[in-house]
C-alpha cells in the first residue's frame, strides 16, 4: 500500500488551487476539507439510504429502471459491465437508485436525449425529494467553485467551460454495497469515471481503492466530513492530458456501505475536445458527451454490447 497517495486539501487555504492542480495532475484525486457543505446534509444522505434500500423489494420493483428510463432502483447484481477487461464476466455487487438532472417540464433539451426528464421520488420516503435536491444544490455549487479552480489553472475562460452546464446531464448514484463474499467479486469493478468532478463522501467502513501510478490499489484514507473529488476522462480531455483520470475500484469487505457520488456531466449537445494544447504522447479526440453517456448506460444490459467509437467508455484500459 503506497500511503499518503491522496492528498487533503483545505478550500480555504489561500494556495488551494495550486494544491489542486497538483492533484489533479498527478494522482487525479483528492479530499478536501473546507469545502462548505454542512456535515448535517451528509448524516441526512446515510439516513435516507438506509431507509430506501430498507423497503420491501415489492416496493423497489415498481419504481425499477428501464432500457427506456434510467431513473430509480437497480437491483442487486442486475448490471453486467460489457465493457473493457470485464466484458462477460459476472455482475457488480451494488443495489442503487438512479437520480439525474431535474430537467424542467417543457424544457427543449427533453426532445435530444432520454436522460432528460424528471425524477421518479419514492412515495413511501416523503423527505427523499427535499433531502436529495439540498444536498445536490451544495454539490452544483462546490463543482462550479472547482471548475474556477480547473480554469484558472488551465488558464481558460471560466465562462467557456460553465457554458457548458445549462442543461447538465449531472446525475447522482445512491449505492448499497453488501459484504463480497469471493475473492473475485468486486462492488464496482475496476474503471475511470467519465465525466468531469465525480464528488463523494466516503463511507467510513472504506472499501474505495485507487490504482496507483506503480499499478497497486490503494484504499482511500480520508478524514471524517471530507470529501472526495476525483476528475474524470472529459476534464482529461479538456486538459489535453494535463489532468488525470485514474481508475478506482470498490471491494467490500465490512458491513454494509453506503455512498452518494454526484457526477458532473455538461450538456448533451457539447462536444468535449482540448481547450489547451495536448500533453506529448496523449490521444487527442472528440468525446460527445450525449452519445457517450447514453452509450454507457446501454452497455450495462447483459445483452448489449457496444457500438464501435473511438471514445473511451470508463472501464478500464490496458
Request: aromatic share 12%; net charge negative; charged share 25%.
Amino acid at each position: 500500500m503506497v500511503k499518503g497517495l491522496v492528498p487533503i486539501i483545505d478550500l480555504n487555504d489561500k494556495n488551494c488551487d495550486e494544491l489542486l492542480d497538483i492533484a489533479w495532475r498527478e494522482v487525479g484525486f483528492a479530499c478536501v476539507v473546507g469545502h462548505g457543505i454542512n456535515p448535517n446534509l451528509f448524516s441526512s444522505m446515510r439516513t435516507l439510504l438506509k431507509k430506501l434500500f430498507a423497503l420491501p423489494d415489492e416496493t423497489k420493483s415498481r419504481y425499477q429502471i428501464t432500457p427506456e428510463n434510467y431513473r430509480g432502483f437497480i437491483p442487486l447484481g442486475f448490471f453486467t459491465p460489457n465493457r473493457g477487461e470485464r466484458t462477460g464476466t459476472q455482475a457488480d455487487v451494488y443495489e442503487a437508485f438512479k437520480l439525474h438532472w431535474e430537467c424542467p417540464e417543457g424544457h427543449p433539451v427533453r426532445e435530444e436525449c432520454s436522460l432528460y426528464g424528471s425524477n421518479r421520488w419514492v412515495s413511501e420516503l416523503g423527505d427523499m425529494s427535499e433531502i436529495i435536491s439540498t444536498y445536490w444544490d451544495a454539490c452544483d455549487d462546490l463543482s462550479e467553485k472547482l471548475l474556477k479552480f480547473a480554469a484558472k489553472s488551465l488558464d481558460v475562460d471560466f465562462q467557456t467551460l460553465f457554458s457548458a452546464f445549462e442543461a447538465p446531464l449531472t446525475n447522482m448514484t445512491l449505492l448499497r454495497y453488501p459484504p463480497t463474499t469471493e475473492e473475485a467479486e468486486f462492488g464496482i469493478h475496476p474503471h475511470k469515471d467519465t465525466n468531469i468532478f465525480t464528488l463523494l463522501y466516503p463511507d467510513s467502513n472504506g472499501g474505495l481503492e485507487i490504482k496507483s501510478p506503480d499499478g497497486s490499489w490503494v484504499e482511500l484514507e480520508c478524514p471524517e466530513d471530507a470529501l472526495v473529488i476525483n476528475t474524470g476522462e472529459m476534464l482529461e480531455l479538456w486538459s489535453g492530458g494535463n489532468y488525470t483520470a485514474t481508475a478506482h475500484r470498490v471491494i467490500n469487505n465490512g458491513p454494509d456501505r453506503y455512498s452518494f457520488p454526484y457526477f458532473m456531466v455538461p450538456n448533451h449537445a457539447v462536444n468535449i475536445e482540448p481547450l489547451v494544447p495536448a500533453l506529448s504522447g496523449f490521444k487527442d479526440s472528440t468525446m460527445p458527451v450525449g452519445e457517450l453517456t447514453a452509450e454507457v448506460w446501454r452497455t450495462n444490459w447483459a445483452d448489449e454490447q457496444p457500438h464501435g467509437q473511438e471514445f473511451d467508455l470508463g472501464s478500464l484500459q490496458q
